[in-house]
């Protein structure tokens, strides 16, 4: 009965070691899969997923995974061509665009100089003013191919509130005109970023020119010491869906009319480039956008 009964611990032991071997091997080759399958969602690489376990089902399921990505980088690279295909397209649109509309702003220029009667000067300032709207439109699908393209950045040290300040300087004919007095906090120590100066003009004005757009009479920006900015406005004809999607390439709202809805999109893009982040959301009828550097 003794011998019995150490026989039966015996194999229970042998059977709990080798579930525990078990449970190690299938943890481990858990633990390869997800580290393999991160590593290659991350990078653009034709290396597959490849454990060290000889366990059937783990082998199935990392073979299950590869056919996956197999299909996640083909689509990849076709979405890729596209999207390269897309910004050629609008480059030269835009491009070949440009030559006849400053001609034929050109030909309104004379003929805005030639005696006409009052119904012809309405209809060619109509003209004037819809020729004045596709140029800029051009204009911006155009910096839109430039910034969308792989151009380096040029960092270098510079003192953002300086920079914030002189553009809301140069939009301050534009709030006259609207009726808007702005309300602004900067924080009275400089803040210092290594950012491209160009890019960060680039991004406070479509941000400011954006808010100006939707704007029902106010606007305000508000800067803590930390870098984190916030322009607001209130915009009752925008809702939590429309507001959703404004840094989405080519959304535009009704209101927008005249706009390609690149502005915001071009904005996300430079700030996230330059290490920053970039968000919008809705709040009580008014808009909200925060940059942070």
Sequence with gaps: MKYLLLSIIGILALIIFVLSAKIY???????????????????????????????????????????????????????????????????????????PLTSICGYLDLLDRKEKSE????????IKNRTEALKNLTEELFRYSVVSSSQELKPERMEVVRI??????????AMQEKGIQP??????????????KGAL???FSNIISNALKYSDGDF????????CITFTNTAKELDALTVGRLFDRFYTVNTGRNSTGLGLSIAKLLTERMGGDIKARYEAGQLHITVKL
């Design 164 to 173: 914030l300040e002189e553009n809301l300087l140069s939009f301050y004919g």
């Design 220 to 227: 305000s920006v508000t800067m803590d010491k930390d870098g």
């Design 201 to 203: 003009n680039r991004i």
């Design 183 to 196: 309300q602004i906090t900067l924080p009275e120590e400089p803040v210092y970023r290594e950012l491209d």
């Design 119 to 126: 119904t012809v000067q309405r209809y060619l300032s109509q």
């Design 25 to 99: 091997f299938l943890h481990k080759s858990t633990e390869e899969i997800i580290e393999a399958f991160r590593d290659r969602l991350a990078a653009d690489t034709n290396i597959l997923v490849d454990i060290s376990s000889r366990d059937p089902y783990m082998r199935k399921l990392a073979s299950e995974i590869n056919v996956q990505l197999r299909l996640l980088r083909k689509e990849r690279h076709r979405y890729q061509q596209g999207d390269q295909e897309l910004k050629e397209a609008v480059t030269n649109i835009s491009h070949d665009l440009r030559t």
